[in-house]
T-cell receptor, first 114, second 113 residues
Framework: GENVEQHPSTLSVQEGDSAVIKCTYS??????FPWYKQELGKRPQLIID?????GEKKDQRIAVTLNKTAKHFSLHITETQPEDSAVYFCAASPPGAGSYQLTFGKGTKLSVIP | ETGVTQTPRHLVMGMTNKKSLKCEQHLGHNAMYWYKQSAKKPLELMFV???????ENNSVPSRFSPECPNSSHLFLHLHTLQPEDSALYLC????????????FGPGTRLTVL
């Protein structure tokens, strides 16, 4: 089955700096890669996702890049703000119209220092 | 409010108890999921139901028993649990499969004594 590794496990940045979180996956057939944000005591929420037919996707201050050859994808947050502090999870999903499997990484705790 | 609710929010039970977790979604989604979230571990997919049919069962011990009576409700029946089963149990739903956005409930914090 799929295995997703996520690094780093914790990350502290100064407000206004950029943050980068990296994930690698093992199943070369996986073709959907979402990122979820979980604030303390709250439920995970999707912030951005990318499918394997594109190499980069942006949404305001966040972006995700995908390198299919190397089997890794990254989350980039620019101009970080205190409200970006949360645990971020990457995930990968194998192909197949009926696939229900979503394999998550262990998460990265991001702290943005004011 | 994401439209996915879970009850109870907190549950403390002994190893010999039987209890049930409930999840409800009013988003019109076809797929519902149970995840286990433990400290320093990835979110672990336990069960998936699509249109009330179980489509995934990730080698979960039989002391966890899911039930999906209709597309809006999902239960997780618990019996003879172990202390290592203490965790946050999250329910989620999505329009169809895993490549749609999953909407999570607030979770049930379970403690097994």
């Amino acid at each position: 089955g799929e295995n997703v590794e996520q690094h780093p496990s914790t990350l502290s940045v100064q407000e206004g700096d950029s943050a980068v979180i990296k994930c690698t996956y093992s199943d070369s057939a996986s073709n959907y890669f979402p990122w979820y944000k979980q604030e303390l005591g709250k439920r995970p929420q999707l912030i951005i996702d990318i499918r394997s037919n594109v190499g980069e996707k942006k949404d305001q201050r966040i972006a995700v890049t995908l390198n299919k050859t190397a089997k890794h994808f990254s989350l980039h947050i620019t101009e970080t703000q205190p409200e970006d502090s949360a645990v971020y999870f990457c995930a990968a999903s194998p192909p197949g119209a009926g696939s229900y499997q979503l394999t998550f990484g262990k998460g990265t705790k991001l702290s943005v220092i004011p | 409010e994401t439209g996915v609710t879970q009850t109870p929010r907190h549950l403390v039970m002994g190893m010999t108890n039987k209890k049930s977790l409930k999840c409800e979604q009013h988003l019109g989604h076809n797929a519902m999921y149970w995840y286990k979230q433990s400290a320093k571990k990835p979110l672990e997919l336990m069960f998936v139901y699509s249109l009330e049919e179980r489509v995934e069962n990730n080698s979960v011990p039989s002391r966890f028993s899911p039930e999906c009576p209709n597309s809006s409700h999902l239960f997780l029946h618990l019996h003879t649990l172990q202390p290592e089963d203490s965790a946050l149990y999250l329910c989620a739903s999505s329009p169809n499969g895993a490549r749609d956005e999953q909407f999570f409930g607030p979770g049930t914090r379970l403690t097994v004594l």
